[in-house]
């Protein structure tokens, strides 16, 4: 989380700025493919379809009562998440999924540090997250290539979520299962609406 | 009021009494009651007086005493007190108040005075003090700090003992008192023990809370109590100091403590929830756990016995309504102590260890099991953190005398050898370098090289070298084979407290070529025309070879000349000369890029052996075994050259050299193959040549042929075939012929459909053929004009061949057909002559039997009678004799009263039975032959009169008379009774009253015969009735050719003692029994 923090944090985190200006420079390291909207579509499926794989796969390593109380343990309170509105424009929804996928990812990052050493050897939990990551890591190039290249934004400032690194064992756990049925229900929604 | 002076008197006097009640009881009891008496009068005097009293004195340093009393009665302010210490310089104060502090007084009992003033009036008191009587009381103790570590939930405290002010040293006892909650419930008491040394000294005091600091407050109290040695005085506890307390201020959000605590397996712990909302459940992993209220609204739980956690710990959650949090403990037992520690040197410059950890302390992670090495030559620890990999292997470096340190405690293993190398010294010999990591100069190094070649044994040898620092090491090996690729491996150890290191790579190495050790194997082979001198060799094995060989040469020499075939390349392993005369030697000689093998020569020679047999064998396997006597006059060796028997001479597959001591030899080829027939040649060598020992064909496995006899049928007779088949061909055959089977039955070829041969059908005859060089068979007793199915098969060791079948039809027997028309011929003719010999002989008889003389119609009496009772009738005529025309008669036997006819003269007498058949139908058309009657004759018989007077017979037609004699049987079947309408156109002869009484009788048993007149008629000899002119005969004879009902003769048996002869059926025998001659 701290690297990810560190590699994200810029001037202004915390509140979402306005995206970039329509006349800024922007440039992608490679060219968008063509069909870039239909990965980002496959993606979302993807990560769509796995997530509540990942969510019981999560609860379950975290040990009892949290498969048990799902409601108050895992409740998706997640404060300061991006909000998403799927009936706006195929702009405003792309980046609005790049602000959610920026905080989901960082997230994602520290649910799996932590992870590996609650739980160093729940092994397929590991894999599940670092599979999503990389596909949220995929996703949130081919979003930033859509931007790019079709409405010309470089840049768009992201939030992040609360760092856990200085939180007790059972916050982490806490908060962790909170994220990930948050990204359970955000990733339906956002999938729907593209 | 009390002085201190009266009160120790009297204490004294009590002492004394004491004494007394001891020693002198009964004496001075008197005295004692005086006392007692004076003591109180003492008292009295001295509150009439208001003296100063009830001095006392304690101390809380042992140095100054703090000695109060009270002051006279009815004195305040203004009153001046006068204290005097005996035995002391300056020992008396003045003073207004009630206490002064003394020093402390030595031991022993010292007299005070006190001496009050008031209004210029004193009252004097005087006390004797003892050291006995003052009190140590230290001061109240102070804390100094208390402050506590939330995270351990320990309490820490801080106090002084001010033990400066002790004059000597003294053991303290501290008592600390740790209240929990506002309602402060004391939650430990603890005694903690110091000494003063003289000085002020701090205290520190932990205590560790079962617990969570941050759940509810906590109170310090602490008092103290000098156990000092050198004073006498009574010792009493100080007052307990002020509270102290302890607290943690909660935010907003609802804790839960301990956190993230790690704990023993088993251990108790208590778990408190800090809220602001009532708290409704609290649980541990899934079990819900009893609440305990602290201060406000924050609770606890106590969990005993805490059993293991998983990896991520054990969840301890405390819900309110809206919320749940919580904490995780994690329960893990403690690591073990290392077991199996094993430590290895590979260098003698670091060391490799390995322990076993023993039991899983149930805690991974951050939590997981740290590990110190701690070696004690070097002084150095290293630290292991187990957190992820169980094998527990730490490398660490150290330097020290190596030599000692292996002798002690480690295992030299060293690391693998690298950069392995091989180089050439000779054909047989290699020199191998490695690298070996590590400075070995003061050991010996015991190496081991594993030496691997193709298709032959792996070969371990051990070298022993001396240690270096340098780290490169050399070693040659030799006894190797040229041109032979070895594959070189090895591992190092020190010489002794070893270990193999791991095996260095693999290096794989060709050694160089030397000449060929031998010739190559030679044979050779005269061309089928006998000029041409064929020479075969084979190439050598690559041991022998020695490296690559590129070329042969090759010579053939007698006496006078020499030829020569140099540089025959490689691949070619045949060579073809043509010679002049049959006595050469031939050498071969093989040549690689190192020089020329030796020669290998074979005399070209071959002797003649007249006795020479073809025998047969048979291998096993892809063996065969050929074994021979040996001949001392082969004086070298045995040859054996094979080849297949299909090819064209001169015919060579292969060759073996056996010693000329041998006499068996296995042959074995991989070209061997089953059913294929293969000529072995044993050629015995002798000086000049060789000579063909024995013949062989044979198998190495026999199998069934694979087509069957081609056969033909040479001749068919009536009774016999003929059959003629050829041979198989040697490459159908598959083995040896061991015979044939031939099978044959009765079939056709379009109607019959093939059964199985083997099915052990009875019908199937089988001939075995064991002479196989039999090529006909004749089948004789066969049935003529028969088709005959006929099947041959060869058969050897190998099994049956296939069938092949064909159908065969033997010839009509004539002879036989001639016979058999001729013998029913003559039986047919001899019968007929014996017939008409008979017939001849019988004529007489067979007359008068089937055709008797018929009477002369013209002789009846009966028209002469009917001519005169017809006279004058016009309508009468003569009687003619017309052919006897049959009319169908219809006969309809109704009892009408239809008027007699008159023509019914002859009625049956069986009509007349009142019981018949017939009679109950009264419609009953019955169809009788009839010959119409010419004249109608009336009997004069009353009875039959009224017989016939009741029926009436209708003659509808009649038919030919002699026809029922055509169809006997129909005649059967027709109702005697109805038969009964008959009416025979003569009269009976009349029998004897006795016989017509047996024939009455037999009437009814009888149905074949019915007589056709009335019996009764029988018995009355009528002179109008015909007669038979045969007057030598009694017996009446009568033909009636109109009978169509009767299958008796209508004669009556000649002999008149049998009665069957009148009703009995007619048979055959009778025709012989009845020989008029007779």
């Not at chain 1, 540090?113 to 995929?138: C, E, F, I, Y």
């Amino acid at each position: 989380m701290p690297l990810l923090l560190v590699l994200h944090w810029k001037h202004g985190a915390g509140s979402p700025l306005p995206i970039t200006p329509v006349n800024a420079t922007c440039a992608t390291r490679h060219p968008c493919p063509s069909n870039v909207m239909s990965q980002i579509r496959n993606q979302l499926a993807q990560l769509n379809s796995s997530a509540n794989a990942l969510f019981i796969l999560y609860y379950t390593a975290q040990g009892e009562p949290f498969p048990n109380n799902l409601d108050k343990l895992c409740a998706p309170n997640v404060t300061d998440f991006p909000p998403f509105h799927a009936n706006g424009t195929e702009k405003v929804k792309l980046v609005e999924l790049y602000r959610i996928i920026a905080y989901l990812g960082a997230a994602l990052g520290n649910i799996t540090h932590d992870q590996k050493l609650l739980n160093p050897n729940a092994l397929s939990l590991h894999s599940k997250l670092s599979v999503t990551a990389d596909v949220m890591r995929g996703l949130l190039s081919n979003v930033h290539c859509r931007l790019c290249n079709k409405y010309h934004v470089a840049h768009v400032d992201v939030t992040y979520g609360p760092d856990t690194s200085d939180k007790d064992v059972f916050q982490k756990k806490k908060l962790g299962c909170q994220l990930l049925g948050k990204y359970k229900q955000v990733i339906g929604v956002v999938t729907q609406a593209f | 009021m009390c002085s201190m002076d009266s009160c120790l008197c009297w204490r004294q006097s009590s002492w004394m009494v004491g004494r007394g009640k001891m020693r002198l009881p009964a004496n001075f009891r008197w005295l004692l009651a005086t006392f007692v008496l004076l003591y109180l009068l003492n008292q009295v005097n001295s509150q009439k007086k208001g003296t100063p009293r009830d001095l006392k004195c304690t101390t809380n340093n042992l140095q100054v005493w703090d000695c109060f009393w009270k002051a006279p009665l009815g004195t305040g302010r203004g009153t001046i007190y006068k204290v005097c210490i005996e035995d002391r310089p300056h020992s008396c104060q003045q003073l207004e108040k009630t206490n002064i502090k003394i020093p402390a007084l030595l031991p022993g009992d010292h007299k005070i005075t006190i001496n009050a003033l008031h209004d210029f009036e004193s009252s004097i008191s005087t006390f004797i003090l003892n050291e006995k009587n003052v009190s140590l009381i230290p001061d109240t103790p102070e804390i100094l700090n208390l402050s506590a570590d939330f995270s351990t939930s320990t309490l820490h405290l801080k106090w002084n003992d001010k033990g400066s002010v002790f004059p000597h040293h003294s053991n303290v006892i501290w008592e600390i008192k740790v209240l929990r909650k506002d309602s402060m419930e004391l939650i430990e008491l603890v005694t903690h023990n110091t000494t003063l040394n003289g000085r002020d000294t701090v205290h520190h005091w932990s205590w560790t809370s079962d617990m969570p600091l941050e759940c509810a407050i906590h109170h310090v109290r602490i008092r103290c109590y000098i156990d000092s040695l050198q004073f006498s005085g009574l010792k009493e506890w100080s007052k307990w100091s002020p509270v102290k307390n302890i607290s943690w201020t909660p935010d907003s959000q609802t804790k839960v403590f301990p956190q993230d605590n790690v704990v023993l397996v088993g251990s108790d712990i208590t778990f408190c929830c800090v809220s602001q909302e009532k708290v409704l459940l609290a649980q541990i992993g899934s079990k819900n756990c009893p609440l305990i209220h602290l201060d406000g609204e924050n609770v606890a739980i106590k969990i005993h016995n805490i059993s293991v956690s998983d990896n991520s710990g054990t969840n301890v959650i405390f819900s309110t309504e809206n919320s749940m949090d919580g904490t995780v403990i994690f329960a893990g037992y403690p690591p073990d102590v290392p077991q199996k520690l094993n430590c290895e040197t590979p260098d003698l410059e670091k060391i490799i260890c390995s322990w076993d950890p023993g039991r899983p302390t149930a805690l991974v992670g951050p939590r997981s099991t740290n590990y110190t090495l701690f070696e004690s030559f070097s002084g150095k620890y290293v630290t292991f953190k187990n957190a992820e990999i169980p094998t527990n292997e730490k490398i660490y470096n150290f330097s020290l005398n190596f030599k000692e340190l292996c002798k002690i405690l480690f295992t030299v293993s060293p690391h693998s050898p690298t950069s392995f190398r091989v180089k050439d010294i000779n054909s047989k010999a290699v020199t191998l370098s490695w690298r070996l990591s590590g400075n070995f100069a003061k050991i010996n190094l015991l190496c081991q090289i594993k030496i691997n070649k193709a298709n032959s044994a792996q070969e371990l040898r051990n070298v022993t070298i001396k240690g270096l620092e340098n780290s490169s090491y050399r070693v040659a090996v030799d006894r190797l084979n040229p041109y032979t690729i070895y594959t070189f491996r090895i591992r190092c150890s020190s010489e002794t407290y070893w270990k193999w290191s791991k095996w260095s790579s693999e290096k794989q190495h060709l050694t160089t070529e030397a000449i060929p050790s031998k010739g190559p194997d030679t044979w050779r082979e005269w061309s089928s025309d006998g000029k041409n001198l064929i020479i075969y060799w084979k190439p050598l094995p690559i041991n022998e070879a020695n490296g690559k060989i590129l070329s042969y040469n090759v010579s053939c020499s007698s006496d006078e000349e020499t030829q020569s075939l140099s540089e025959i390349p490689d691949p070619q392993h045949k060579a073809e000369i043509r010679l002049d005369k049959n006595d050469y030697i031939i050498s071969v000689v093989a040549k690689n890029s190192v020089g020329s093998s030796p020669p290998s020569k074979i005399a070209s020679m071959e002797i003649p052996n007249d006795d020479l047999r073809v025998e047969q064998v048979v291998g096993m396997g892809k063996r065969i075994l050929l074994t021979w006597h040996p001949d001392p006059n082969m004086t070298c060796d045995y040859v054996i050259k094979w080849c297949n028997s299909s090819r064209s001479e001169p015919c060579l597959m292969d060759w073996k050299k056996v010693p000329s001591n041998s006499t068996e030899a296995i042959i074995e080829s991989d070209q061997f193959q089953p059913g294929v027939r293969y000529n072995f040649f044993l050629y015995g060598c002798r000086n000049q040549g060789y000579q063909l020992l024995r013949s062989i064909i044979g198998y190495i496995e026999e199998l069934a042929p694979i087509v069957a006899p081609n056969f033909t049928v040479e001749d068919t007779s009536a009774d016999s075939i003929l059959v003629k088949w050829e041979a198989i061909p040697v490459e159908e055959l598959r083995g040896f012929l061991r015979g044939y089977l031939f099978y044959f039955e009765k079939g056709e070829r379009d109607t019959s459909k093939v059964r199985g041969l083997e099915s052990g059908r009875s019908d199937i005859k089988v001939k075995n053929i064991t002479d196989i060089s039999q090529k006909t068979l004749r089948i004789a007793d066969l049935q003529g004009k028969t088709s005959y199915h006929l099947v041959l098969r060869a058969y050897t060791d190998g099994g049956l061949g296939p069938e092949k079948s064909m159908f065969v039809v033997t010839k009509e027997n004539s002879v036989g057909l001639i016979i058999a028309i001729l013998i029913p011929v003559a039986v047919a003719v001899i019968i007929g002559v014996v017939t008409s010999i008979l017939c001849y002989r019988k004529r007489e008889w067979i007359k008068e039997t089937f055709y008797p003389d018929i009477p002369n119609p013209e002789n009846c009496k009966a028209l002469q009678f009917q001519k005169s009772v017809c006279e004058g009738s016009s309508a009468l005529k003569t009687l003619e004799m017309n052919p006897c025309t049959p009319n169908n008669v219809e006969v309809l036997e109704t009892r009408s009263t239809l008027p007699k006819i008159e023509d019914t003269e002859i009625i049956s007498p069986v009509a007349e039975r009142p019981i018949d058949s017939s009679d109950v139908e009264p419609e009953n058309h019955v169809i009788v032959s009839y010959c119409p009657p010419i004249i109608e004759e009336e009997i004069p018989n009353p009875a039959m009169d009224e017989a016939g007077g009741t029926s009436q017979v209708i003659y509808i037609d009649v038919q030919s008379m002699y026809q029922p004699q055509a169809k006997p049987e129909e005649d059967q079947e027709t109702d005697p009774i109805v038969g009964a309408g008959y009416k025979p156109q003569m009269r009976l002869p009349i029998k004897s009253t006795v016989e017509e009484t047996a024939a009455e009788d037999d009437i009814d048993k009888t149905a074949g015969y019915r007589p056709q007149a009335n019996v009764n008629t029988w018995k009355l000899v009528s002179p109008d009735s015909p007669r038979s002119t045969d007057s030598n005969s009694e017996i009446v004879s009568f033909g009636s050719p109109c009978s169509i009902n009767s299958r008796q003769f209508l004669i009556p048996p000649r002999d008149e003692d049998s009665p069957k002869s009148s009703g009995g059926g007619w048979s055959f025998s009778n025709f012989f029994q009845n020989k008029p001659n007779d």
